[in-house]
Every structure is written in structure tokens, then in C-alpha cells.
């Protein structure tokens, strides 16, 4: 029938001016969820030309079950599993996207595309939990090396520790981070905030570069630390802020200003307390018998002196 | 009646098929009741095998217990690509595992500092819920393999580490030293490689292909903490 050669013609241009349209549909390869999508589209939008009734109420009924697709249950384990719904190739592509940021590149948009996955974040803090504590304790044996008179334990309860941390760090910050946009939602016209999963995404991500920074911190030069730690916290605040300045920038100056102050400085004292707790260069409380020993290190040396005259003035 | 009405009809299609000649012949007088026995052989014999296992000796339903994690553990050490691991899994082998490397790393003094070595339960607590989170994060990816048969292929591929704690030890016994260290690192990294190569060959195939490096990388991660474990034991 020509007509439904018409229809056809038709549908394809109304499909592809929806997509654009609505930012929020899932780009999904289904070809056939996208077909009927069109049919359905088609069937409302137009009148009811070919006089058929039952039509248009099968096109509102489908276009009803189309929107209305009964989510899973938050008891049910395929709830879950639509969060793990990542290639190998897509998780390295967001590590990738978190490592390099860049003004206008919005991770969200860019790298996340609506599916945001609770992979990368749950095993990017799993590994920075345990890198920390393992290299902490290396640092300590790297230490004993030079001064023998240092006790070394294996320091489990460090792995406790930064477990902890890093686990409530990426994800009560983002809870708070997304309650806050939330609740300043009125102010937006734009864009809507992200959802929760979106922002828990984008700090385990942002967390990425600090895996690489902290092996780096294995190297005994205090200033080579600082230089590697202030990096990685100024890429990994740039990510984060990138992300952020869309959702943030229709709000009012002091607002927008306080909140990403706020998320930078957070993130600061989380590099920097790891960075302090985790990569003491000497235990201290074996400074005063060690300085008065030969054998020292210049490194070591350099790190004693202050200590030891503020002990003996 | 309608037996009447169809044995002349059978007789005349008798001929082409003799098979049923004698069918209309048959009747049941309705004296005579029907029954009898209906012996299945499947069942008698399941039922001498459940009566043989209870009344056989204790000796023999642990020796067959421990002959079946005995071979589990063959499979590990030789891994090849074989389904013996997947289809009868037991928990008894990681448990034994488990339990052994987690007393091997304790430490023999208490000295009361704040930086000591893992407690047992600490060690007990990695591996299993290590495995778990491995198993459920395998399952959430979309992989094809049930829970228990994911956690006895992971308990059971500790054993090379099990092995390397128990060498440790006794290099420990000869006294610290850097020649020391470099033995002791060298069968803990040979050993790790051994298990995460025998865990993969069993764990890589239930996976979707685009997926298998995300379900790979935990257990990596899982056993390169217990050899850190293992390597940074002093007694």
C-alpha cells in the first residue's frame, strides 16, 4: 500500500527527531526496541487519518507499556545486574576519560552516556584500599632497610583502615554531593541533576589516578611525593569539577562557588591524609635513639635533624 | 458394544496386519481383579546404595570424602581445562585450606603492639568473603557459573599459595638475610602466577568474551593480597 510506504518514509525522521529530543533515552543497539518505538510514535503523534481507532488505542497502549517497562525490584538480583552491564572495552575507555579532562569534556555526557555501571567504582576503591596499605607497609620496609633499628610489622590494621576510608569517601560524598543538587534542583532550567549512580560513577572513576600516584609515592624523595601527589589531585579535581560546572553554573555565583570549593577541598584532604598516614617517613617514636647511630642515610638525615634539635632545645 | 461392533472390523483388517490378530480376542472378566507388582530396578538399586552408605564404617565415608578432595586438588595443581572442579564441587577442600593458612599465619609471640600481623579470624574473613564478592561480582557480569561451584574453584586454587606458606616457614627457620627474602619472593610470586593461572582456566569460560578480563581482574587482585599476606609474615 503506498500509504504505508509513506509511513514508513516517516517513521525514520520522527524516530531520529525524538532521540534528539529526549536526552534521557538510553542509546541501546536493540534495532527492534527502536523499531517499535518508531511504530508507536507515528501511530500517537499523527491523527487518526486511516480511521482506525483500535489502532491508535493499541499505539497509546504499547507507547504505555514502552514507557511504563516494569523495573525490576531492588530485591530482585536483575536490578543489580543492569548496573554490571559493561565491556571491558567501555570500563577502560571511562578510566581513560577520568585520567585526561578536559574544559567542556563532561565525563557524564561523554563517557557515562546514561549507563552508569558500580564496576569501576567498587573495584577501583577495592584496589586503592589495598595498594595503599601494601605500599605503606613497603615504604616501612624500605625505611627498615636503611636503619635497622626500626621494627617492622606487617601493619594489617592499615588495610582496615583504608578500606574504610576510601569506601565512605566515594560513596557518602557523592550521597551528599547528590542530596545537595537535588534539593537546589528549582534553580535549574537546563539541566537536571544526576542521578546518584551517575555521581558515585564519577568519583570512583575520578579515584582512578590515584592508583598509579601512590606506587609512585615508593620513591624516598619528599619533594618528588608532593610534586606526584599535587598532579594527581589537580587532574582528578579538574575531572571532577568539569563534570560538576554544567550542573552548577545556573545556580547562583556564591552557591556554585562554595560547593565545587567544597568538592576540591574534600578531595585534598583525602590525598593528603592518605599521603600522611599511610607514607610517614619515619615512625617517630624511634627518632631520638636512631639519630644519636652513624649509620645514617643522608635521606634519613635530612628528615632527623629538625626533629632531633627541637628534641635536645 | 463397541468391542462387538469393532471385532468384525478388526477381522477384516486382520490380514494386512497380524500384529493385532489376537487383540479381540482378549477379555477381562470383571471377576478377576487386576493387580500385581511393578518392580522399577533403578530404585531397588539407589535403595541398597543409600542402605550400603549408612551402615558402611566411618573410615570409609571419609576416606571416600577425602579421596574426592585429594583428586580436586590434583586438578588444581595440573590444571587443565577439565569440568571435574565444576561439577562435583565440595566446600571441604577450601575449608581445610583455608583453616591451615590461616593458622600458618599467625604469629608464634604476642607482643601486644598495634601493628601486628592478620588474626586468624582477619585471614578467614579475606578469603571468604573475598570469594564471595568474586562470585557475585562474576554472576552480576552475566557469567554462567553457580555460586558454589565459583567458590570451590576459588577455595581449591589456594592450595599453590597454601604450599608456598608452609615453604616460607621453613626458610624462615634458617634465619633472616636478603638471600632469604629473594627465595622466599620467588615461590611466593611462582606460586601466585600458579593460581590465578589455575583459578582462570577454570573460571574464564563461563564468562561472556568481551567480559572475561573484568571478571578475571578480582581474582587477581584476591590472591595478590593473600601472597602480600603470606609474603610479609615474621615470625
Known amino acids: 500500500m503506498a500509504a504505508a510506504e509513506e509511513l514508513a518514509f516517516h517513521e525514520f525522521e520522527e524516530a531520529t527527531n525524538l532521540l534528539t529530543e529526549t536526552p534521557d533515552a538510553v542509546t541501546t543497539i536493540r534495532s527492534d526496541q527502536l523499531a517499535s518505538r518508531e511504530h508507536v510514535s507515528v501511530v500517537v503523534g499523527s491523527s487518526v487519518s486511516y480511521g482506525a481507532e483500535e489502532l491508535q488505542e493499541e499505539g497509546d497502549k504499547t507507547a504505555l507499556l514502552q514507557e511504563e517497562k516494569p523495573q525490576p525490584g531492588f530485591w530482585t538480583f536483575d536490578y543489580y545486574q543492569s548496573f554490571f552491564d559493561v565491556d571491558t572495552a567501555q570500563v577502560l575507555d571511562r578510566i581513560k576519560g577520568s585520567l585526561l579532562p578536559r574544559p567542556g569534556h563532561n565525563f557524564v555526557q561523554h563517557h557515562l552516556r546514561n549507563r552508569p555501571d558500580l564496576y569501576g567504582p567498587f573495584w577501583i576503591c577495592a584496589t586503592l584500599a589495598f595498594v595503599l596499605a601494601v605500599t605503606g607497609n613497603l615504604t616501612l620496609v624500605l625505611a627498615q632497610r636503611q636503619d635497622p633499628s626500626i621494627h617492622y610489622s606487617p601493619q594489617f590494621h592499615k588495610v582496615t583502615v583504608a578500606g574504610i576510608t576510601i569506601y565512605c569517601y566515594a560513596w557518602l560524598v557523592p550521597l551528599a554531593l547528590w542530596g545537595f543538587l537535588r534539593w537546589r534542583q528549582g534553580m535549574r532550567e537546563h539541566m537536571g541533576p544526576y542521578s546518584f549512580l551517575q555521581t558515585v560513577c564519577v568519583y570512583g572513576y575520578s579515584l582512578f589516578i590515584f592508583i598509579p600516584t601512590v606506587v609512585l609515592w615508593l620513591i624516598p624523595v619528599q619533594w618528588l611525593q608532593w610534586l606526584f601527589g599535587a598532579l594527581a589531585l589537580t587532574l582528578s579535581a579538574a575531572g571532577l569539577v568539569f563534570t560538576l560546572w554544567p550542573v552548577v553554573q545556573e545556580d547562583t555565583r556564591p552557591v556554585a562557588t562554595a560547593l565545587l570549593s567544597t568538592v576540591v577541598l574534600l578531595h585534598a584532604l583525602l590525598a593528603l591524609g592518605c599521603k600522611m598516614y599511610f607514607f610517614q617517613p619515619l615512625p617517630l617514636q624511634h627518632v631520638v635513639p636512631a639519630s644519636q647511630g652513624t649509620s645514617l642515610s643522608p635521606n634519613n638525615q635530612l628528615l632527623l635533624t629538625p626533629t632531633w634539635s627541637i628534641a635536645t632545645s | ?235
Not at chain 2, 487386576?34 to 522399577?40: A, L, Q, R
Not at chain 2, 574426592?68 to 586438578?75: E, L
Not at chain 2, 604450599?163 to 624462615?172: E, S
Not at chain 2, 577454570?202 to 587482585?221: E, G, I, M, T
Open chain 2, 1 to 235: 458394544m463397541a468391542e462387538a461392533e469393532e471385532s468384525p472390523g478388526d477381522r477384516e483388517t486382520a490380514s494386512p496386519r497380524p500384529l493385532f490378530a489376537g487383540l479381540s480376542d482378549i477379555s477381562i472378566s470383571e471377576d478377576t481383579p487386576v493387580e500385581g507388582e511393578i518392580t522399577i530396578p533403578m530404585r531397588s538399586r539407589a535403595r541398597e546404595f543409600d542402605s550400603s552408605t549408612l551402615n558402611e564404617s566411618v573410615r570409609n565415608t571419609i576416606m571416600r570424602d577425602l579421596k574426592a578432595v585429594g583428586k580436586k586438588f590434583m586438578h588444581v595443581l595440573y590444571p587443565r581445562k577439565s569440568n571435574a572442579l565444576l561439577r562435583d564441587w565440595d566446600l571441604w577442600g577450601p575449608l581445610i585450606l583455608c583453616v591451615s593458612l590461616a593458622l600458618m599465619l599467625q604469629k608464634s609471640s604476642v607482643d601486644g603492639e598495634p601493628g601486628g600481623g592478620p588474626q586468624f579470624a582477619e585471614v578467614f574473613v579475606i578469603i571468604w568473603f573475598g570469594a564471595v564478592t568474586i562470585t557475585i561480582n562474576s554472576k552480576l557480569l552475566g557469567g554462567n557459573i553457580s555460586f558454589f561451584q565459583s567458590l570451590c574453584v576459588l577455595g581449591y586454587c589456594i592450595l599453590p599459595l597454601t604450599a608456598a606458606m608452609l615453604i616460607c616457614r621453613l626458610v624462615l627457620l634458617a634465619g633472616p638475610g636478603p638471600i632469604n627474602f629473594m627465595i622466599r619472593l620467588f615461590v611466593v610470586v611462582v606460586m601466585f602466577a600458579w593460581s590465578v593461572i589455575a583459578s582462570t582456566a577454570f573460571l574464564a569460560d563461563s564468562q561472556p568474551p568481551n567480559r572475561k578480563a573484568l571478571a578475571v581482574y578480582p581474582v587477581f587482585l584476591f590472591y595478590f593480597v593473600i601472597s602480600w599476606l603470606i609474603l610479609t609474615f615474621t615470625p
